[in-house]
């Protein structure tokens, strides 16, 4: 081979190797661009979707909270007229039957503990 030959033959492998490399970046792009179409926008689209449900299932928890809190306080609010009640009468018994009817009554809609930490006689100084 002569210095010209060699010469190029050393450019056509060069300018093979830059055509070969520019191949494998357009393939790198391409792959790229299938990956977040395919795998990306749909893991984006989900996470969308999650966040509406949370969302969606905390206004949900929120509501039964305050609907729970408003009966716990008409419970108290009744409890606290029965307990007045009971101190004025001749017969407090009577009344502190009640109050645990009640109770046993509006039980479902609040806590099991509410109503045994009433069942329990408290003295009263």
């Keep these: 081979m002569t210095g010209q030959q060699s010469h190029k033959f050393g450019g056509d492998v ?6 070969v490399h520019r191949q494998i970046q357009n393939q790198l792009e391409e792959m790229l661009k ?15 979707l999650d ?8 206004k ?6 305050r609907n729970k809190g408003d009966s716990l306080e008409k419970c108290q609010g009744e409890l606290k007229k029965l307990r007045k009640k009971s101190q004025g009468s001749k017969n407090p018994q009577k009344y502190s039957d009640k109050e645990l009817q009640r109770l046993r009554r509006e039980s479902p809609k609040t ?3 509410f109503v045994v930490s009433h069942e329990q006689p408290s003295v009263v100084t």
């Excluded at 060069?14 to 055509?19: G, I, V, W």
């Excluded at 966040?51 to 905390?58: E, I, K, M």
């Design 51 to 58: 966040s509406r449900y949370l969302s969606a299932a905390l």
């Design 34 to 48: 299938s990956f977040h179409n395919e795998l990306l926008t749909q893991l984006e689209q989900k996470v969308e």
């Design 14 to 19: 060069l300018f093979q190797m830059a055509e």
């Design 111 to 113: 806590d099991t503990i």
């Design 60 to 65: 949900k928890y929120q509501t039964e909270q």
